[in-house]
């Protein structure tokens, strides 16, 4: 394989597509009432959803260290010739900030490593789906340049669309200062927010989960136009939501590709339980 891919767990990529184009994943730890979780889509997030909602403690995040992103790198390394790490938006964590050090450092050590460093600009699969079609280009044989290229591309592509059940977890992590006046004229509303290119939208205020899931099926069909429809459905802690999503939008879109997942627990950490929401883009 000429290039390489790292990224880190934010980008909510399934376990099967990690393993196919052996993307490596750097981990982030919670800490969260005298317990580490590490960071991972899991089949059993019950305990720390039901910590997340009745702790008075509040969990705290942080970027992987620059050490943990060397390490990834020099793996990547010795089975490519060039690696490409692309991070979470720089405008939602330090990650970019961590990875940007650990490059750096990389570079002085061994300045024969071909390196780049890409700000995905987006979260979540919506992050994950330029990861992923990096990973497609390199295990097509692209060169550095090529997949960074790609990954730069669908920055602007992709598109995340959530319903939360509350603004409150958002508001709470001070990443967008205006989600927290949002949240203050919005109880009992279930809102639809957009991420993407780097921002947060509000895109609608519902008053049912019901009424915002069929609005969420409705916006991403219209986004897509009738063109093939590459999507992910996600939720925190909410698998009925997610089902309904995929079984909709598959019925409605013209789908070509499906992925149905768990946000990871640090997503799980800003958003709080009960999202519903889907990443996709349009070819």
Request: aromatic share 6%; with cysteine; charged share 20%.
């Amino acid at each position: 394989m000429a290039v390489a891919i790292v990224t880190d767990t934010t980008a909510c990529i399934p376990a099967e597509l990690i393993e196919r184009y052996g993307i490596e994943v750097v981990p982030l730890n919670i800490i969260f009432g005298g317990r580490t979780f590490t960071d991972a889509m899991s089949g059993d997030t019950g305990e720390f959803y039901r910590l997340l909602r009745e702790s008075a403690d509040r969990p705290t995040t942080a970027a992987p260290s620059p050490g943990r992103y060397m390490e990834a790198i020099t793996r990547a390394a010795r089975r490519a010739e060039a690696v490409l790490c692309i991070t979470v938006s720089a405008q939602f964590s330090a990650m970019y900030d961590s990875a940007r050090q650990a490059v750096d450092m990389l570079k002085a050590e061994s300045p024969g490593l071909d390196i780049a460093l890409v700000d995905s600009r987006n979260a979540a699969m919506a992050q994950g789906f330029i990861v992923l079609e990096a990973a497609r280009a390199a295990a097509a044989g692209a060169s550095l340049d090529e997949a960074i290229a790609v990954a730069q591309g669908f920055t602007g592509r992709v598109r995340l669309l959530a319903m939360l059940d509350t603004l409150a977890y958002l508001a709470r992590s001070g990443r967008v200062p205006r989600v927290a006046a949002w949240a203050a004229g919005m109880l009992q509303v279930k809102p639809i927010v957009r991420f993407s290119a780097s921002d947060i939208k509000l895109v609608a205020r519902t008053r049912t989960r019901a009424h915002a899931l069929e609005r969420l099926v409705g916006l991403c069909a219209r986004e897509a136009g009738g063109r093939p429809l590459h999507v992910a459905v996600h939720h925190a802690n909410a698998p009925a939501a997610a089902a309904w999503l995929r079984a909709e939008v598959e019925r409605r879109a013209n789908v070509v590709e499906c992925y149905l997942s768990e946000f990871t627990q640090v997503m799980g950490v800003h958003t709080g339980p009960g999202l519903a929401g889907m990443a996709f883009w349009a070819e």
